[in-house]
């Protein structure tokens, strides 16, 4: 069983920005700051290492057009994506997704 592929089935209610074939992009349940979303593909896969190169591929054009997103999410001043990959990083949910930051000043990260 998996959160996201839950939420990307609709058997979880989320609170969706943007949908494509490939991904979707939702509201954190969890704010860590003003604007909190999940960038998240619609397939399972945990993180970087299990990605095919089409995923790669998909993923790497997903994030050149994030810039067109950025008014709609709110983030016209500027915004932080942040990946966890693994227990050390502190990952809790084992389907890759991005976290995107933003509308507010964020602290200094390291
Ligand atoms: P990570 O710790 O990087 O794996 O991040 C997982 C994120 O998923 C956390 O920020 C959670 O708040 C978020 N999350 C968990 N369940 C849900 C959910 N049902 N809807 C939206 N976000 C969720």
Do not use: W
């Not at 969890?30 to 909190?36: I, T």
């Not at 997903?62 to 997103?69: G, T």
């Amino acid at each position: 069983m998996c959160v996201f592929c839950d939420i990307i089935d609709g058997k979880i209610p989320s609170k969706k920005h943007f949908e494509n074939d490939d991904f979707i992009v939702i509201d954190d349940i969890s704010h860590k700051a003003k604007k909190h979303y999940l960038l998240i593909p619609k397939r399972h896969y945990a993180c970087f290492s299990e990605q095919t190169k089409e995923d790669c591929e998909k993923l790497a054009n997903m994030l050149m057009n994030l810039p067109n997103l950025q008014s709609s999410l709110g983030l016209e001043d500027g915004y932080r994506l942040i990946v966890n990959q693994g227990g050390n990083a502190g990952q809790s949910v084992m389907h890759l997704h991005i976290h995107i930051l933003g509308g507010e000043v964020l602290p200094i990260a390291p």
